[in-house]
């Protein structure tokens, strides 16, 4: 359940000249740039009446300059402004009346990742509970909006997701470095699946409430990123999706100085910079470090230009021994007994690892 709670009106110096455009029901406007959008200005409840929306005739688009005249499509120019034109220096401002929307919902989950996502299914699924699910990001998924073009899951798609719906056609790649194993979504995929589980599966179900671009201020305070609308939260439990806090090197800088000269760029940029360089150093043992190595590879960079600093030894497992499915139900038995009887034949843990 939603209600609005009015808030303090911050009136400007100057009043209105216009009567109180008539509001659609949707988020209160915080500026005029969103009439632009509209065929009238009833679409937001701004004190401006429908006139004087920042739209030139014909619909078309153009610019308005503080303090000069700048033509519109189908103005002409002069020392006074002509039809369609403004000056903004001379509108008046428009009074800010701040509503706090009031939401009634069993669960609040803060993060649209994969944790919190997997447990909304579950709420969805085995339960007749509300949950509302606010989330930082324009859309779900959590840090694999910030990954690199070139992620890949390090496990089979059919390991990956939410219970209630499967990720991928649980098919073997034919082709590439997982050739003869279950496939491995790429980034892009597992965005648009977990897009999908929401706009499909949530919102469709009318007990799933989503804030995207918005940001969780405690005690169920809640403020929109993009327009500053602020939402108070009423809900028996409380889940933080955003406790293991992952950040992806895009997320941050390097943790470590660099030289004079030295470009030093995520893997992000890794596709577009790659062209412009012979040598390179990368920084990090674990999967990341591991796909930019072999994206480096993969397009035809020698190995002897490739420098890899590993901060910590890695500890892998050969995927064809850790793939689900009876297909390798013999694979997976032998794997894991040759980890059984080197633990066994170990005289201590240094010695099992080696």
Not at 56 to 62: D, I, K, M
Not at 73 to 91: A, C, F, I, V
Not at 178 to 189: R, T
Not at 317 to 326: A, E, I, L, S, Y
């Amino acid at each position: 359940m939603v209600s609005y709670q009015r808030g303090m009106i911050e009136a400007s110096s100057a009043s209105s000249r216009g009567p109180l455009a008539r509001s659609c029901g949707r988020p209160i406007c915080q500026d005029r740039s969103a009439c632009r959008r509209e065929s009238s200005a009833e679409c937001c409840a701004i004190p401006t009446p429908r006139k004087s929306c920042l739209r030139p005739p014909g619909g078309r688009g153009g610019v308005v300059a503080s303090g000069n005249f700048t033509a519109l499509p189908g103005t002409t120019t002069g020392t006074e402004p002509s039809r369609g034109m403004r000056r903004l220096d001379n509108l008046t401002p428009p009074r800010k009346l701040a509503l706090t929307a009031i939401i009634d919902s069993d669960y609040l989950i803060v993060g649209a990742g994969g944790m919190g996502l997997a447990f909304a299914d579950e709420i969805v699924t085995q339960t007749s509970a509300s949950v509302t699910i606010v989330d930082r990001n324009h859309r779900p998924g959590g840090h694999w909006n910030d990954a690199y073009p070139f992620v890949r899951l390090h496990q089979a798609s059919a390991c990956y997701g939410v219970n209630s719906t499967p990720l991928g056609r649980h098919s073997i790649d034919p082709v590439g470095w997982n050739k003869g194993c279950y496939e491995l979504a790429s980034g892009s995929e597992v965005v648009a699946y977990f897009d999908q589980v929401m706009r499909q599966r949530f919102l469709p179900s009318g007990r799933v409430k989503y804030l995207p671009m918005s940001e969780y201020l405690g005690d169920g305070r809640v403020v929109s990123r993009g327009n500053g609308n602020e939402y108070e939260i009423r809900a028996q439990k409380i889940v933080d999706a955003t406790y293991i806090n992952v950040a992806v090197p895009s997320q941050r800088p390097p943790r470590f100085t660099l030289a004079a000269g030295v470009a030093c760029a995520a893997p992000n940029s890794l596709p577009k910079l790659a062209p412009e360089y012979r040598h390179f150093v990368v920084i990090g043992s674990g999967k990341t470090g591991i796909d930019s190595c072999l994206f480096l590879l993969e397009h035809g960079v020698a190995p002897a230009n490739i420098t890899w600093v590993m901060p910590n030894d890695a500890w892998l497992f050969d995927r064809f021994t850790v793939n689900p499915g009876r297909h390798f139900t013999a694979i997976i038995t032998a794997g894991r007994g040759e980890v059984l009887r080197a633990a066994l034949a170990a005289n201590s843990t240094d010695d099992f690892f080696r």
